[in-house]
């Protein structure tokens, strides 16, 4: 059973290759059925060696690029959206409904309908050995320093130190992992 899995990955993988100049992947790369791939407008995507995606998980690279670092896990229905940069290092736990977006509308004039106002970017940075809880929410602009945790259903508006675990809405500081 395994093998047909790895058999309708690969056929996914490199469908979605063809279909996308922008899209590559490395050796060792798993992503279930559902996974939906989505490369325009010069967008990159990058999934690199033994990276993992579970089933109804969404990767949209519109103008910008989304680089998925090695070892990586994406939960289950995650959505990892890119119109600027979105960079996940190595090692991560990225846990089920996961939403990672690097923009946001503009609502500035009240006389023009928010969806007429476009948006504005910023690149999002998480770093290595991070594990991001269920249904946790980081928005553009933030960094996340590596071997840090954020609570599950946090939503994440200010960069994240090194080792520090992150909770509530927005989030705050709860603790520092230590060293041993």
């Not at 996308?20 to 992947?25: A, I, K, L, R, T």
């Not at 948006?119 to 946790?136: E, L």
Request: aromatic share 8%.
């Amino acid at each position: 059973m395994r093998l047909f899995n790895v058999a309708g990955s690969m056929f996914r993988l490199y469908s979605y290759s063809f279909a996308y100049q922008g899209f590559s992947f490395e050796k060792g790369v798993y992503i279930e059925r559902g996974v939906r791939i989505k490369v325009t407008d010069n967008g990159r995507i990058k999934l690199c060696e033994n990276v993992s995606i579970e089933r109804n998980s969404t990767l949209v690279a519109k103008y910008g690029t989304i680089l998925i670092g090695s070892n990586t896990f994406i939960g289950e229905g995650s959505i990892i959206v890119a119109n600027s940069s979105v960079s996940i290092g190595p090692d991560c736990l990225i846990a089920a409904g996961v939403t990672i977006r690097d923009q946001d509308h503009r609502l500035e004039d009240v006389t023009i309908p928010v969806r007429q106002q476009g948006t504005f970017t910023a690149s999002i940075y998480i770093g290595s050995d991070v594990w991001v809880g269920a249904k946790a929410t980081i928005l553009k602009g933030v960094k996340l320093g590596d071997q840090s945790v954020v609570g599950a259903n946090s939503v994440v508006t200010k960069d994240v130190l090194t080792r520090d675990i992150v909770g509530g809405v927005p989030s705050k500081v709860l603790k520092s992992r230590q060293e041993g």
